[in-house]
């Protein structure tokens, strides 16, 4: 064969111009798909080992015991353990702290509080920009909470516990067991006209254990939380926080009604690191939902004086955004300036 064949032999073999970026093309579209593919099916796949629930206040208190029947109800629904991790500390700001420069995988989370987004209103050394470092994932509960104090207190509603606490200065002391109740009693402070000292406790449990050893004289508490103490009579409930009085409790009053304007409602919900996938945040707000749908769990919320309200990322982050900025005008409204 002559050269001149040769060429033409080669020339023919070899695809032309427009075949070429065809075959370009067609390998292209097939590596996207392969990546996209291997994506999908990776965050389908989440989680791939344990998740863990963060939660700022001590064990026991009722932060700490909803997040665990939270675990135990997104276990088997995630198809991996939900354990929870206890970091106390400054309020909760050390958890908060903590999870916002945890990596952004959907394997650790925060078990949000009121208190986390006051924390920039209570705590000097915090830095504001954390909270820019969380995303809200989704509610879980709100509630009115009780004022709860010790029996030998001479005061049996809110009008004689202001009475009482502006005769007797420094003789009322408030256990706080995290950022939001120390804001809660300021502004009551401040309403009120009275000067009711803070003393900070690691949570709700070692609060309620101080007021009940007669330590100190106040304290929030849950319903399921109060309960036993107010059964066994270590405990009596002076007003609740709602704007109104309670269905169940309509003897209590509210702090409204002696504190014209005051209100506190606490809630909880979820969150993660900025940046953790959508598909991440997504399926934990599906299973969070899925676990607070069942009549037993309903049950078991209801028995802290509360009801479930999972509400997903969009309409969380925006009712957490808007706290922080309700809050920042309570703290500033009575003068409230972070310890």
Known sequence: MSADSNKQAIS????????????????????????????????AAFPEKPVRIVVPLAAGGPTDVLARLIAEAMTPILGQQVIVENRTG????????????ADAD???????????????????????ATLDKLQPISKIEGRAVYLTAAASLPANNIAELIAYAK??????????????????????NKLAGTDIPVVRYQGGAPALQAVVADQVQLTIATPGAAAPFVTSGQ????????????????????IAEAVPGYEFISWTGLAAPAGTPKEAIDRIAAALKEALAAPAMIDRLKQFGTTPSPDGPEAFTAFFQAEIKRWAEVAKAVGFTPQ
């Open 106 to 128: 959907g394997y650790t989370i925060l078990m949000a509080t009121l208190g986390t987004v006051i924390l920039p209103q209570t705590n000097a050394g915090f830095d504001a």
């Open 167 to 188: 005769a007797n200065p420094g003789k009322v002391k408030y256990a706080a067991q995290g950022a939001s109740d120390i804001l809660g009693i300021g502004q009551l």
């Open 12 to 43: 023919a073999a070899m695809p032309g111009p427009d075949r070429m970026r065809r075959r370009l093309l067609l390998s292209s579209l097939a590596l996207g798909a392969a990546f996209a593919f291997g994506s999908t099916k990776a965050f």
């Open 235 to 254: 405990l009596k409930i002076i007003a609740v926080t709602s704007p109104q009085r309670l269905p169940d409790l309509p003897d209590v009053p509210a």
């Open 90 to 101: 400054a309020s909760g700001q050390i958890a908060v702290d903590y999870v916002s420069r």
